[in-house]
Every structure is written in C-alpha cells, then in structure tokens.
C-alpha cells in the first residue's frame, strides 16, 4: 500500500533496502514474513520507525480478521 501510494517500483525498494526483488515480492504478497532485519531495512525508505510500519501491518490485518469475521457471520445466518 505505502509503495504504491508512493509510487515506488519493488525493484527500487528492494534494492534501496539490501534484498532481492523476489523476496520483496513475497514479503509484499504475504507468501513470506519478513524478518526483523527486512522491517529495519524497509522502514526508512518510507520515512518510517520499524515500529510505525508494524503497527501499520497490525492495523490492516485487524481490518481483515473483522471482514473475514462479518461475512463469516452472514453466511451462517444465511443457512436454515
């Protein structure tokens, strides 16, 4: 979200943070978790802390556990 709203390539954030385009791109699409080290090296490219760009990710996935809860929820009442 922060690369495109900023209009960042993933090769430009990876290799201004030291890793791989791949592995950016897993950490991005959420096939790989990035590592302390990873956060550390990403964070200061977005003019973030480490702690700022964490909690960031928490907030979202929150957002995605209440959706995932409320369709869960409907689709249950939905059954006989």
């Known amino acids: ?3 495109v709203k900023r209009q960042l ?3 430009y954030v990876a290799e201004k943070s030291g890793y791989s385009q791949r592995y950016y791109l897993r950490v991005e699409r959420g096939t790989q978790n990035p590592t302390y ?3 550390l090296a990403v964070a200061p490219i977005f ?3 480490p702690s700022q760009l964490l909690a960031m990710a928490e907030r979202k996935h929150r957002q ?3 959706k995932r ?3 869960q929820a409907t689709t249950k009442s ?3």
């Open 69 to 71: 809860a409320a369709g």
């Open 64 to 66: 995605f556990l209440q």
């Open 78 to 80: 939905k059954r006989p």
């Open 1 to 3: 979200m922060l690369r």
């Open 37 to 39: 080290k990873f956060m």
């Open 9 to 11: 390539s993933q090769l």
């Open 47 to 49: 003019g973030l802390m």
